[in-house]
């Protein structure tokens, strides 16, 4: 279900569901939704049945990772699909021995992710245009 990406074809994938989710659904702009990370952070994609269906981005940063561009295609969500991709974005950070996790919550899921464990980290802002908190979870030492 879920993977790192390693080819072009599934960085083309990863591209896809984003343009779908951020671009077309959000009506974030090209120029804000692709940037300079794209080609050196950790891509995460969730296919279904041979069809590209999620994504995720992971830029590690110090002693931190940071979890981008979560999306889930609109007929694949409500089925559990965004608690799979977190937990394997998780997963594969703390095998790569990191144990700090932040993202920048839409509003709208703030809930989901502190249903998963992380606690807001400051005031709502504008991100692409759209209002969004600072979350970050902490494995226990």
């Given at each position: 279900?879920f993977?790192?990406?390693?080819t072009?074809?599934?960085?083309?994938?990863?591209?896809?569901?984003r343009?779908?989710?951020?671009?077309e659904e959000?009506?974030?702009p090209?120029?804000l939704?692709?940037d300079?990370?794209?080609?050196?952070?950790?891509?995460?994609?969730?296919?279904?049945?041979?069809?590209?269906?999620?994504?995720?981005?992971?830029?590690?940063?110090?002693d931190?990772?940071?979890?981008?561009?979560l999306?889930?295609?609109?007929?694949w969500?409500?089925?559990?699909?965004?608690n799979?991709l977190?937990d394997f974005?998780?997963?594969?950070?703390?095998?790569n021995?990191?144990h700090r996790?932040?993202?920048?919550a839409?509003?709208q899921?703030?809930?989901?992710?502190?249903?998963?464990?992380?606690?807001?980290?400051?005031?709502?802002?504008?991100?692409?245009?759209?209002?969004?908190v600072?979350?970050?979870?902490?494995?226990?030492s």
């Amino acid at each position: 279900m879920f993977k790192r990406v390693h080819t072009p074809e599934d960085l083309r994938q990863v591209f896809m569901v984003r343009a779908i989710v951020f671009m077309e659904e959000q009506c974030i702009p090209y120029a804000l939704e692709m940037d300079e990370h794209d080609y050196a952070a950790l891509h995460i994609l969730g296919v279904v049945d041979g069809e590209p269906v999620a994504c995720g981005r992971v830029r590690y940063t110090g002693d931190g990772a940071i979890f981008q561009r979560l999306a889930i295609r609109r007929a694949w969500r409500g089925q559990g699909l965004g608690n799979e991709l977190l937990d394997f974005m998780l997963e594969e950070s703390r095998r790569n021995g990191f144990h700090r996790f932040s993202l920048h919550a839409q509003i709208q899921a703030q809930g989901f992710y502190a249903r998963n464990g992380f606690t807001l980290c400051g005031e709502e802002f504008m991100e692409a245009g759209i209002p969004h908190v600072c979350m970050r979870l902490v494995d226990p030492s």
